[in-house]
């Protein structure tokens, strides 16, 4: 069986094969080997070994240090469970020879290797390298490994019995079964209604707001904690996903460049000053909104978080995407739109209907900060990208969130 594991840099890819691996062996009486492409050219190499070493140690693993050539490989245990890591190490060192020259050929060479390794092998698992979603210009050789990687890749991803992406340590099923317990089996058929969660998690924030704010309230904390807290407290339970999209478009847009140019900044792990500064007027914004909040508007606050997940889903299955790939788009190529539109539509009016229950004019102020951000998401997104993409759908959701913050104590102070 050939199972294929890939993610970006540091993503706990390596921890999830090795354990998959070692979930196979269970059991076996084949050995369990480890084959490692890297060769330890410099410091950062050896410093990656010996972590890697580490984490494999007392494991049971039987090292084979192998840097090409693997159909040459004498020797070779039938019927074992073996672990290859890294395919980009493997592709780097086909491709070039140790003066840097191109060798002709190498993803040829890679394929057969990994045939004969597929033959002799009780289960193969393949750890890969994502290196292909950064959305950056490389030079001519890099762009070179890149290309022959992504072929390899994709020939692997074809023949393989599964393939996990393994995303901010989640394990995420691309194709076939799901292999471990624990991990997201997310694949085309339960990705259909995925979108039709979305309120329910902004329902379960909700709710955790508002019991933030009571147990403030019962403890008697001044204004300015309960709302230095009540702002921190969304960012805390999502991780601040959604502020990390809010602040990478203020530098995309800040940027005045053309749409390619914005779309290459979204992809940039790296944060600038229009960022910083947007991140914190939000930040001043957000806590003194909520340092204003009583009651009602904490109540108002609950069905207002699971609305603008509802629009945000809106957003997904009937907005065109920028860039046709990454999460976002797989998961709005395959909803059932039309279905996934009509719940999510019921959803939105539901909340609507509950907030005006609770309080009319705050209610209506509420849905009408949320059309605003929803009108401006749209027309930002059409217009300066070309579609959505996760970072925008995160800076919707921000933007959503203090609009209808805003919007329900400016009510609140009028009427009051």
Same mark, same amino acid.
């Given at each position: 069986?050939?199972?294929?594991?890939?993610?970006?840099?540091?993503?706990?890819?390596?921890?999830?094969?090795?354990?998959?691996?070692?979930?196979?062996?269970?059991?076996?009486?084949?050995?369990?080997?480890?084959?490692?492409?890297?060769?330890?050219? @410099?410091? +950062?190499?050896? /410093?990656?070994? *010996?972590? %890697?070493?580490?984490?494999?140690?007392?494991?049971? !693993? $039987?090292?084979?240090?192998?840097?090409?050539?693997?159909?040459?490989?004498?020797?070779?245990?039938?019927?074992?469970?073996?672990?290859?890591?890294?395919?980009?190490?493997?592709?780097?060192?086909?491709?070039?020879?140790?003066?840097?020259?191109?060798?002709?050929?190498?993803?040829?060479?890679?394929?057969? @290797?990994? +045939?004969?390794? /597929?033959?002799? *092998?009780? %289960?193969?698992?393949?750890?890969?390298?994502?290196? !292909? $979603?950064?959305?950056?210009?490389?030079?001519?050789?890099?762009?070179?490994?890149?290309?022959?990687?992504?072929?390899?890749?994709?020939?692997?991803?074809?023949?393989?019995?599964?393939?996990?992406?393994?995303?901010?340590?989640?394990?995420?099923?691309?194709?076939?079964?799901?292999?471990?317990?624990?991990?997201?089996?997310?694949?085309?058929?339960?990705?259909?209604?995925?979108?039709?969660?979305?309120?329910?998690?902004?329902?379960?924030?909700?709710?955790?707001?508002?019991?933030?704010?009571?147990?403030?309230?019962?403890?008697?904390?001044?204004?300015?904690?309960?709302?230095?807290?009540?702002?921190?407290?969304?960012?805390?339970?999502?991780?601040?996903?959604?502020?990390?999209?809010?602040?990478?478009?203020?530098?995309?847009?800040?940027?005045?460049?053309?749409?390619?140019?914005?779309?290459?900044?979204?992809?940039?792990?790296?944060?600038?000053?229009?960022?910083?500064?947007?991140?914190?007027?939000?930040?001043?914004?957000?806590?003194?909104?909520?340092?204003?909040?009583?009651?009602?508007?904490?109540?108002?606050?609950?069905?207002?978080?699971?609305?603008?997940?509802?629009?945000?889903?809106?957003?997904?299955?009937?907005?065109?995407?920028?860039?046709?790939?990454?999460?976002?788009?797989?998961?709005?190529?395959?909803?059932?739109?039309?279905?996934?539109?009509?719940?999510?539509?019921?959803?939105?009016?539901?909340?609507?209907?509950?907030?005006?229950?609770?309080?009319?004019?705050?209610?209506?102020?509420?849905?009408?900060?949320?059309?605003?951000?929803?009108?401006?998401?749209?027309?930002?997104?059409?217009?300066?990208?070309?579609?959505?993409?996760?970072?925008?759908?995160?800076?919707?959701?921000?933007?959503?969130?203090?609009?209808?913050?805003?919007?329900?104590?400016?009510?609140?102070?009028?009427?009051?």
């Amino acid at each position: 069986m050939l199972l294929l594991v890939t993610g970006g840099s540091a993503c706990g890819k390596s921890e999830y094969a090795e354990s998959l691996a070692l979930d196979l062996h269970e059991g076996q009486e084949g050995r369990l080997i480890y084959l490692a492409t890297m060769e330890p050219y @410099g410091a +950062a190499a050896e /410093e990656r070994i *010996a972590r %890697h070493r580490t984490l494999r140690a007392g494991k049971g !693993f $039987e090292t084979i240090e192998r840097y090409r050539d693997l159909a040459g490989l004498k020797d070779l245990p039938e019927g074992a469970v073996i672990l290859l890591e890294c395919m980009s190490n493997l592709t780097a060192n086909e491709l070039y020879d140790e003066t840097g020259t191109v060798r002709d050929g190498a993803e040829e060479r890679i394929l057969e @290797g990994m +045939a004969r390794l /597929e033959a002799a *092998a009780a %289960h193969l698992v393949v750890v890969t390298l994502n290196v !292909f $979603e950064d959305g950056r210009t490389f030079d001519e050789g890099t762009e070179r490994f890149r290309q022959c990687l992504a072929r390899v890749n994709a020939e692997l991803a074809r023949q393989a019995d599964a393939v996990t992406e393994v995303i901010c340590g989640i394990p995420v099923s691309v194709k076939g079964p799901q292999l471990k317990e624990g991990g997201s089996p997310w694949d085309e058929k339960n990705m259909r209604y995925a979108f039709c969660w979305f309120p329910l998690v902004g329902l379960v924030i909700g709710l955790i707001q508002a019991g933030v704010w009571y147990a403030l309230t019962a403890l008697g904390a001044g204004v300015l904690l309960k709302g230095c807290v009540l702002a921190a407290a969304p960012l805390l339970v999502t991780g601040g996903i959604h502020l990390d999209g809010f602040m990478d478009t203020a530098d995309a847009r800040n940027s005045f460049g053309d749409r390619e140019k914005k779309l290459d900044i979204l992809k940039d792990p790296h944060i600038g000053a229009f960022a910083a500064i947007h991140c914190a007027v939000y930040m001043v914004l957000t806590v003194g909104l909520w340092s204003q909040a009583d009651e009602g508007t904490v109540r108002l606050m609950i069905f207002a978080f699971a609305l603008e997940r509802a629009l945000s889903g809106l957003a997904a299955v009937t907005m065109k995407n920028a860039r046709g790939s990454g999460t976002l788009a797989s998961f709005s190529e395959a909803a059932e739109k039309r279905i996934v539109t009509v719940i999510l539509d019921v959803e939105a009016v539901l909340c609507v209907l509950i907030m005006l229950y609770i309080r009319p004019a705050g209610g209506g102020a509420v849905m009408a900060g949320a059309m605003a951000a929803f009108l401006m998401y749209r027309s930002m997104a059409m217009r300066e990208f070309g579609g959505i993409t996760g970072d925008l759908a995160g800076w919707f959701l921000q933007v959503c969130e203090l609009l209808m913050l805003a919007a329900v104590t400016a009510v609140s102070l009028v009427l009051l």
